[in-house]
T-cell receptor
Framework: ETGVTQTPRHLVMGMTNKKSLKCEQH?????MYWYKQSAKKPLELMFV???????ENNSVPSRFSPECPNSSHLFLHLHTLQPEDSALYLC??????????????FGSGTRLTVV | AQTVTQSQPEMSVQEAETVTLSCTYD???????LFWYKQPPSRQMILVIR??????QNATENRFSVNFQKAAKSFSLKISDSQLGDAAMYFC??????????FGTGTRLKVLA
């Protein structure tokens, strides 16, 4: 696994817990993303950070709170989640160059189970 | 709103044979990008192939090629000489703007030995 690293790989948390997901990229990319992947549904874009500024927030509930302290790190802070939030959370990065787009580099995801 | 449709939830192919995965999309844009991603059991999504809409030539990457029909808004992926390692979920994606990808629901490909 190279490029984009996500930790932890698996997470089980209770509805009253607070936890954080971490994503790290050393590709020199200037944009980072959080996606939610649920069974039989398209990937759902949650947040986009470009040059450490949030540029997209797709009506995500406030119990999900992103943080991008620098261009290499992205966090997703979780609190008071619901069972329907159980899913695979994928981090990705990309290098946006004007109108050119060369695709994402994804991490391996965090499998989150809310009990 | 832009949408991406993958009508085949699951496909099977015999090892060494050829398989085609279908994808259609809806957009009013003229310039855009289309992608196929592969997600094996390891969960990491891997970029398979990329197509620029303003290029008429179909993209190819080794055993992977696309049939891009812009007027029909169709973007199918052909895998030649299928290998066991090709077994995975395959996602078609369209990019809207600079950052926002629209993904299909995926096609699970099984490769039979």
């Amino acid at each position: 696994e190279t490029g984009v690293t996500q930790t932890p790989r698996h997470l089980v948390m209770g509805m009253t817990n607070k936890k954080s997901l971490k994503c790290e990229q050393h590709l020199g990319h200037n944009a980072m993303y959080w996606y939610k992947q649920s069974a039989k549904k398209p990937l759902e874009l949650m947040f986009v950070y470009s040059l450490e500024e949030r540029v997209e927030n797709n009506s995500v509930p406030s119990r999900f709170s992103p943080e991008c302290p620098n261009s290499s790190h992205l966090f997703l802070h979780l609190h008071t989640l619901q069972p329907e939030d159980s899913a695979l959370y994928l981090c990705a990065s990309s290098q946006a160059r004007g109108i050119e787009n060369y695709g994402y580099t994804f991490g391996s995801g965090t499998r989150l189970t809310v009990v | 709103a832009q949408t991406v449709t993958q009508s085949q939830p699951e496909m099977s192919v015999q090892e060494a044979e050829t398989v085609t995965l279908s994808c259609t999309y809806d957009t009013s844009e003229s310039d855009y990008y289309l992608f196929w991603y592969k997600q094996p059991p390891s969960r990491q999504m891997i970029l398979v192939i990329r197509q620029e809409a303003y290029k008429q030539q179909n993209a190819t990457e080794n055993r992977f090629s696309v049939n891009f029909q812009k007027a029909a808004k169709s973007f199918s992926l052909k895998i030649s000489d299928s290998q066991l390692g090709d077994a995975a979920m395959y996602f078609c994606a369209y990019i809207e703007g600079t950052y926002k990808y629209i993904f299909g629901t995926g096609t699970r490909l099984k490769v039979l030995a």
